[in-house]
């Protein structure tokens, strides 16, 4: 089955610069890539979404190169509420299941 | 708009007890999809539909049933409880998967101990 690989975990400190990587190797034509962020005990929350270059929106961009085999997920200045777990997802190839990874628990330090 | 509404919050369930888990959306989407997610882990997907009549199975739907007799509603059957079924469990829906409007909309989940 079709799969995103994810750093587990990654820490970072108060106003850097974050960048978290997810390799989706079987991703489909159609596929779009999202990234969610999910804060304990609530649902997942849409981040953004790309298929392919460069989408930027108020919180973050999502870099996607030519070849679509990653993504990268860059949250800029980062602050103590950014702490969460992020996923990236992408459809199974040819099928309308949406599976998520791991995901990357990112804990940011004051 | 309410968006995706789950129902209950929280339950508890002895072992072999059945129940219903709720989920209503009012985008008027096409996709739902439930997904259950043990304690420090990601989430799992149970079953999906992609429209009202049409339900599939995701990763883990042993001891699970669903049903999509419209387009708002879609609920998660547990017949004879486990505890291994013990989790929360999150219903979502997207208008699509493909495009730009196809992100994921999440409930607040459902809270389960099966004991």
């Known amino acids: 089955l079709a799969k995103t690989t994810q750093p587990i975990s990654m820490d970072s400190y108060e106003g850097q610069e974050v960048n978290i990587t997810c390799s989706h190797n079987?991703?489909?034509?159609?596929?779009?890539i999202t990234w969610y962020q999910q804060f304990p005990s609530q649902g997942p929350r849409f981040i953004i979404q790309?298929?392919?270059t460069k989408v930027t929106n108020e919180v973050a961009s999502l870099f996607i190169p030519a070849d679509r085999k990653s993504s990268t997920l860059s949250l800029p200045r980062v602050s103590l509420s950014d702490t969460a777990v992020y996923y990236c997802?992408?459809?199974?190839?040819?099928?309308?299941?949406?599976?998520f990874g791991t995901g990357t628990r990112l804990q940011v330090f004051p | 708009n309410a968006g995706v509404t789950q129902t209950p919050k929280f339950r508890i369930l002895k072992i072999g007890q059945s129940m219903t888990l709720q989920c209503t959306q009012d985008m008027n989407h096409n996709y739902m999809y439930w997904y259950r997610q043990d304690p420090g882990m990601g989430l799992k997907l149970i079953y999906y539909?992609?429209?009202?009549?049409?339900?599939d199975k995701g990763e883990v739907p042993n001891g699970y049933n669903v049903s999509r007799s419209t387009t708002e509603d879609f609920p998660l059957r547990l017949e004879l409880a486990a505890p291994s079924q013990t989790s929360v469990y999150f219903c979502?829906?997207?208008?699509?998967?493909?495009?730009?409007?196809?992100?994921?909309?999440f409930g607040n989940g459902t809270r389960l101990t099966v004991t």
């Open positions: 979502a829906s997207s208008y699509t998967r493909d495009t730009p409007r196809g992100a994921l909309h």
């Open positions: 790309g298929y392919k």
């Open positions: 079987n991703i489909a034509t159609n596929d779009y």
């Open positions: 539909s992609v429209g009202a009549g049409i339900t």
């Open positions: 997802l992408v459809g199974l190839y040819n099928t309308d299941k949406l599976i």
